[in-house]
């Protein structure tokens, strides 16, 4: 079995991986599975996502110094303490990344792997903020995309699907959620779903490993 390893890394030091390592088998169809935590036989690539823990609305704000196109929640009251290594360090791995992943805009980076385009979009809520990845393939139309979504949200977010993006659905049970696989055809149409459906990022208590933004102190 040839796998190969991938990470996007935003940070240094006190590092969560933000997401499950996520599966891409480019050659078992055009958008294969992602995100899943079992390995078929043959070659696919390992992608894994870490973003920093400690002082994350300070590196955020320095991203979005580095990028302003991103997208930051109005009225957030920094209450965390740096140091000028710590700031040094975000801004050096910011850098270290973008040798390999392309910076588009808005939180968008890109990566071309052989026919393939693998996006990482970064997501920002008003007290959360994680990475999720889109996956698209010279001359086909759309992103393919995964979406965990709680089951009493299926139906819901079945009748907001359009029959475009549905065309390839596949639906995957798993022992909390189940996971949509489907195609977008921007980026800002999987930033909303991803806000209002994902199961990690909507139900806030159910993920503690995922970075939150504080709430600004009153």
Known sequence: MKIKRVEFRLGKRHLALEVPPFFIDFKKRNFSSMMTRRISRGEGTLFYVYLTRKNQLSKLLILKAMHPGIFMP??????????????????????????????????????????????????????????????????????????PVDPQLSEKLMEELTSEEAYDLEIHEHVENRHFHFTVYNVERFIDLVKRYDYYFARKEIWEQSVRIENPLC
């Open 74 to 147: 109005p009225k957030l009251t920094i209450n965390e303490s740096f140091t000028r290594d710590e700031i040094n360090d975000f801004i050096k791995s910011v850098k270290e990344l973008e040798r390999e992943w392309e910076y588009q805009d808005h939180g968008l980076w890109k990566r071309r792997i052989d026919n393939f385009y693998v996006y990482m979009v970064l997501v920002i809520g008003d007290d959360r903020w994680t990475v999720r990845a889109m996956v698209s393939k010279e001359g086909i139309p759309g992103y393919g995309v995964e979406l």
